[in-house]
């Protein structure tokens, strides 16, 4: 019998660390399928697994416990997965341990692969919905911020990131290059300054510490929740197939724009990734 220890590891692409849910389009229940479509291997390590998201009237399931999400990182390194990885996403943590655990982990993973990819979507709300993580899970995030390369939040997220509300482009600008410390060299933001935006339409916001820039896209009326996921999943690959990244946002909002207007053609309440 072979030893699988002497085999090579998986030529994974991306390690991608976020809710899951077993009817649906969020979290890893998006990104995998997303960026496996493109080619690309994914390991996918849960933080909750539902089995919907909670706007239903039903809800099963809940955070990872924390001994196993310990246990998948670490094994996860064990088995040498991280060899080839190029990138790891973060989104939905189901605590404020998960994400002490997770910084830690990233650390060390990021000392050993200063070369390594990271994205991070802070996850914690929206305007619609409000704040739908626990209550001390912003203010553990600052673990995650540092070692990030880059940040995928909306505005709603940035504003509880700055810590004030309301945000004028010109602040979110200001807000977004303050989080530029560490190892992250860039900040994402959508949805940014809704009541600077042209009726119709959205804003992303790319910020780096020279520079800024502002993308428009049509706004596509849906309640399908899970794109901020798509669109992380969509930039992470559009960096790891070589665009810079104004490119790989241009490609991500264009996908979401693509998602949520199939979306909207067939009434769905969940994101509908293929299909005519």
């Known amino acids: 019998m072979v030893d699988p220890a002497k085999l090579e590891p998986l030529p994974v692409d991306v390690v991608s660390v976020q809710s ?3 009817y649906g389009c969020v979290g890893n229940s998006v990104a995998v399928p997303t960026l496996q479509a493109m080619g690309m291997n994914v390991v ?3 933080t909750v697994f539902l089995s919907n998201v909670p706007q239903y009237d039903t809800l099963s399931g ?3 416990p924390q001994e196993w999400f310990e246990g998948f990182l670490a094994d996860i390194r064990r088995r040498g997965a991280l060899t080839h990885a190029r990138a790891v996403l973060v989104g939905y943590l189901g605590s404020p341990a998960q994400a002490a655990a997770l910084g830690a982990w990233l650390a060390e993973v990021t000392h050993e692969r200063p070369d390594l990819l990271v994205v991070v979507d802070p996850v914690m709300g929206d305007y619609d919905s409000g704040l739908y993580v626990h209550p001390e899970l912003p203010a553990a995030l600052g673990g995650l911020i540092d070692v990030a390369t880059g940040l995928t939040p909306n505005a709603f997220e940035l504003e509880r990131l700055a810590g004030r509300g309301a945000l004028t482009m010109a602040e979110t600008v200001t807000e977004a290059r303050k ?3 560490g190892r992250t060299r860039w900040v994402v933001v959508t949805s940014a300054a809704p009541a600077e935006a042209r ?3 959205a804003q992303v916001l790319i910020v780096t510490a020279d ?3 502002v993308v428009r896209h049509p ?3 849906s309640a399908a929740k899970g794109t901020g996921d798509l669109f992380s999943a969509m930039v992470v690959h559009g960096l790891l197939s ?3 990244l104004l490119g790989a946002v241009g490609a991500a909002h264009e996908q979401v724009v693509s998602v949520l207007e199939r979306t909207q053609r067939l009434g769905c309440a969940e994101l509908v990734l293929n299909g005519d």
């Open 219 to 221: 706004r596509v009326a």
């Open 44 to 46: 996918a390590v849960p």
């Open 179 to 181: 989080l530029l410390r």
């Open 199 to 201: 009726a119709g339409e």
């Open 242 to 244: 070589g665009r810079d």
């Open 62 to 64: 809940g955070a990872i």
């Open 20 to 22: 899951m849910v077993c």
């Open 211 to 213: 520079d800024h820039t």
